[in-house]
């Protein structure tokens, strides 16, 4: 494929996220304008032919889009939830991990670690499966690293350090549709 994608935020009085898709040069070749006022980007992913981002203010869209014909980007989806993630995962059979925040719906203030599964099987319809709060916990290197966390789908493990009251590593399994903390090491 001879373009590039990109998504990124530019201010000007006020944060507008924008996604201009790039030709093997460097050039624009299309934009999608004015997607979240006042949001800044949080995570993104690219999975085929779809990009994913997540940006936040509030609550957290998640945005699908379309880059099949890179001349023609098409919004797809957005599905809004309180919080956000910081990084996104592809989880395979339709699904998407994101490790983030959960935040308050009203005031957008953060509240601790989460981890969400999204339903990605229909991109105009993502879904979020299922939510785990790590309660008391508010931090992890694997927010801003994603070398930090272990995610193997393959054998249904999800592992990271998480900081609160103190600071441990985490070990969640995701199965039958939700998440559950396998083991926690000091």
Request: net charge negative.
């Amino acid at each position: 494929d001879s373009t590039a994608s990109t998504v990124y935020k530019r201010v000007v009085n006020n944060t507008d996220v924008s996604l201009i898709v790039l030709d093997s040069a460097l050039q624009p070749v299309s934009s999608l304008t004015d997607l979240a006022n006042g949001e800044r980007v949080y995570s993104v992913r690219f999975m085929g032919d779809i990009a994913y981002f997540v940006t936040f203010r509030e609550t957290d869209p998640l945005f699908s889009v379309d880059l099949s014909d890179p001349k023609k980007p098409v919004i797809l989806g957005k599905l809004k939830i309180p919080g956000f993630s910081n990084y996104l995962f592809p989880y395979g059979g339709g699904k998407l991990l994101g490790i983030g925040m959960d935040a308050d719906e009203k005031s957008g203030r953060t509240e601790c670690l989460k981890l969400s599964m999204f339903d990605i099987s229909d991109p105009s319809n993502v879904t979020e499966n299922d939510k785990y709060r790590i309660e008391n916990y508010d931090y992890s290197t694997a927010l801003y690293n994603h070398k930090a966390s272990l995610v193997e789908p393959e054998k249904n493990l999800i592992g990271f350090e998480i900081s609160g009251p103190n600071r441990k590593y985490a070990l969640f399994r995701y199965e039958n549709g939700a998440f559950s903390l396998a083991a926690e090491f000091s």
